[in-house]
């Protein structure tokens, strides 16, 4: 069976996102997956082998510069040459060998193609890294990843947005998140008072919607409550819209399945508009988790958003009015969030998974014989 090398620069134990998921799907039917972390400064440990469940192994490579600090093009260089060097040694400890397939979740990992001349490699582009950076860097950022697509076999991104941008320069696939379980029926004869929240907080929260929000609420629906819950970033831990209202709770991280999900009316996203990696999500990884526990959607921001019955938009019209239509139509979205579960689940992804790694082989395996 093929081992799956990922390259990433995210730990595992942070929150999963897609690289976690697809890893963990991959691991499920039987393939080894070798997972990079983030990269370690020189001088620094470096973790080889490490288990982190069964058919995973972590290990890590270095960077010379973190990215705030690759200011001009000979720094950038210098790290690219460095990083490679790096990749190529960790490489060799772990035995890669012809069959081997790669996934880049490193927009500007265009120096891949070099350690690995006769391997697949798939490209997932999932964030919009370079409008998030300051202007000054960008040509330089759209030269790394237009670099990056090119010498991939295959491009994957997760956003229309994302994907409407990299069609220039190569042919794009869109693969979106998928639900961590089968549909599961909701409990119908349970009170609905809740609102959860279920993520990281920080700078996409719109504040400004949740403290209108909360405040309505508790003049015109009273029994209603918002729960927040998960990590959060430096900088809005005492946020006074999470500390003023009392109908507002705000929790650590904790497992979906640990909350009282018996009591929630919806799921919301309650996401700034006008910011660009915001306006390009399509279908954020958590959506999937929580419709698939049968719970309904109120959302703001991400005009891009997936549509459907079962979600609502807190930013426009009446936020109020459209907890209480959810609430009122909690039973007969049901079915309408049963499908999109269905059209979701890990046997559609691993099913597009294995044509992509197909494809991407057959591509590598033309390219290297038109180079021989």
């Not at 582009?125 to 000054?136: E, H, L, Q, R």
């Not at 970033?233 to 999900?261: C, F, M, Q, V, W």
Request: glycine share 6%; proline share 8%; aromatic share 8%.
């Amino acid at each position: 069976m093929p081992r799956f090398l990922f390259f990433t620069k995210t730990f595992w134990n942070e929150p999963p996102r897609l690289r976690h998921q697809t890893a963990r799907l991959l691991a499920a039917h039987g393939n080894r997956v070798d997972f990079s972390e983030h990269p370690y400064w020189p001088g620094r440990d470096r973790a080889l082998g490490v288990c982190a469940e069964p058919d995973i192994r972590l290990f890590r490579h270095s960077e010379l510069l973190h990215h705030k600090l690759r200011i001009c093009g000979p720094l950038r260089a210098a790290n690219a040459a460095w990083t490679r060097r790096s990749i190529a040694d960790a490489a060799q400890r772990l035995g890669v060998a012809d069959g081997d397939v790669i996934f880049n979740f490193n927009y500007e990992y265009y120096f891949l193609r070099d350690v690995f001349p006769t391997l697949p490699i798939i490209t997932i582009i999932n964030d919009d890294f370079i409008t998030s950076a300051p202007k000054v860097f960008h040509p330089a950022l759209e030269h790394a990843q237009r670099m990056t697509c090119g010498m991939s076999d295959a491009v994957l991104t997760t956003s229309v947005v994302l994907k409407e941008q990299l069609v220039a320069h190569c042919a794009p696939e869109l693969f979106l998140p998928w639900a961590d379980i089968e549909y599961r029926p909701p409990a119908m004869d349970s009170e609905r008072n809740l609102l959860i929240y279920w993520g990281l907080m920080g700078r996409r929260v719109d504040y400004g919607l949740i403290d209108e929000l909360a405040a309505r609420l508790a003049v015109e629906e009273p029994t209603i409550e918002i729960l927040f819950v998960g990590p959060t970033l430096p900088g809005y831990t005492d946020h006074p819209t999470l500390t003023k209202h009392r109908n507002l709770k705000h929790i650590g991280e904790a497992a979906l399945d640990s909350l009282p999900l018996d009591r929630a009316i919806a799921g919301i996203i309650p996401y700034r508009s006008g910011i660009p990696e915001i306006d390009a999500v399509v279908l954020p990884n958590k959506v999937l988790q929580l419709l698939a526990r049968g719970l309904p959607l109120l959302i703001s921001g991400m005009p891009r958003f997936i549509e459907g019955p079962f979600v609502d938009r807190l930013d426009r019209g009446d936020p109020v009015e459209a907890v209480r239509k959810l609430k009122s139509r909690f039973a007969d979205l049901q079915r309408p969030i049963r499908e999109v579960v269905e059209q979701n689940g890990a046997a559609q992804r691993l099913a597009q998974l294995r044509q992509i790694v197909d494809a991407a082989s057959a591509r590598r395996a033309a390219a290297v014989r038109r180079l021989s």
